[in-house]
């Protein structure tokens, strides 16, 4: 190479380089400043938004709502409701066991401050999502699992009770016969609950409780209470939560993606439908046998779903309507 040239180039690197870098320094000056709110409109009436099948749920946060309460009572209240219901196979009590035959809980909740905390791998104790509220505000962590969890739930007065009910033992005992282990959600038949609520403040929470995959591998934890997979709020933009197979949407970070996209501008919808278009869209990527749904809502009260599958439904409660909705979805073929 010629100097001259040599030294044209070597100077545009350097010239291109400062420019890279001094456009860094002035993102990250950017990044760093208070900024305003990016939408401020408060919508002053409630909105409560959650997956699946789970009338009774939305209606018990609703009235939290209607009576003034706050987005974060709200959606405790609304999803203690599936985890005492004994007929959800899960969540919570009655939910299916590992392969070992234990109920292990996973819950995560997360307030208007930014504020989360969750439980993973819990047994006996039922509404880990209380466990999930009390991890956020009674401890400096985000984060219990197990034993650990099971014993910080006892010592604050949670009561210890045989989560396998003797439906899903008789399911289990079938299931051990051939002991098949696929990690494979059945499409049509999930009632892992997230929830999203609005308040009469404007303000935003979420929560999401779950037994996990039937038949996991003991150990074994998901998306559902894990930041930015299951569940993501911020206050400023949105929220958004998912449901189907964990490990699909924890490698793509579904939750966090959702609110990230919205802030961005776009729609709930379109955000939801972008997030399963990065699952499915993989190279090679097999998504006949899974299914994974996203529900989400923006500061304005604006709602989206979408799934993978057919059959994905949510419930969404709105001017003072409670309705089980049927979610689009991307698999038309
Ligand atoms: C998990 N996402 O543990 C949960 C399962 C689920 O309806 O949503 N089931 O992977």
């Given at each position: 190479m010629k100097r001259r040239n040599f030294i044209k180039k070597a100077s545009a690197t350097s010239l291109g380089f400062a420019a890279f870098s001094s456009s860094l320094v002035s993102c990250d000056a950017n990044l760093a400043k208070k900024k305003e709110p990016i939408t401020t409109s408060k919508i002053l009436k409630p909105l409560v938004i959650a997956t699946w099948k789970t009338d009774l749920a939305v209606t018990t946060a609703a009235e939290v709502l209607e009576k003034g309460g706050s987005a974060i009572d709200a959606v405790e209240q609304g999803c203690r409701i599936e985890e005492a219901n004994?007929?959800?196979?899960?969540?919570?009590?009655?939910g299916l066991p590992d392969r070992d035959g234990d109920v292990t809980l996973d819950a995560c909740i997360m307030n208007e401050k930014g504020d989360y905390g969750a439980v993973l791998?819990?047994?006996?104790?039922?509404h880990v999502i209380s466990v999930a509220r009390k991890v956020m505000e009674d401890t400096p962590h985000v984060m219990l699992v197990g034993e650990g969890a099971e014993s910080f739930a006892v010592s604050k007065g949670f009561e210890r009770e045989n989560l396998l009910t003797e439906k899903s033992k008789k399911a289990w005992e079938n299931w051990k016969?051939?002991?098949?282990?696929?990690?494979?959600?059945?499409?049509?038949?999930?009632?892992?609950i997230g929830m999203l609520a609005i308040d009469k403040n404007g303000d935003i929470s979420g929560a999401c409780t779950t037994s996990g995959l039937?038949?996991?591998?003991?150990g074994r934890v998901g998306d559902s209470p894990i930041i930015g997979g299951g569940l993501f709020v911020d206050n400023e933009i949105g929220g958004a939560s998912a449901t189907g197979l964990g490990e699909e949407v924890l490698k793509t970070v579904g939750s966090f993606l959702i609110v990230e996209l919205m802030r961005q501008g776009k729609s709930p919808q379109q955000a939801c439908e972008e997030a399963i278009g990065r699952i499915v869209n993989k190279p090679g990527k097999d998504f006949k046998n899974f299914q994974v749904g996203y529900i989400a809502i923006n500061k304005r009260g604006e709602t989206g779903a979408y799934s993978i599958h057919e059959w994905f439904s949510y419930n969404l409660y709105k001017d003072k309507e409670n309705k089980n909705i049927k979610s689009d979805y991307f698999n038309k073929a």
């Open positions: 004994e007929n959800g196979q899960s969540v919570g009590k009655g791998g819990v047994k006996n104790i039922k016969i051939k002991s098949e282990y696929k990690p494979i959600i059945n499409i049509e038949n999930h009632d892992t039937a038949y996991k591998m003991a």
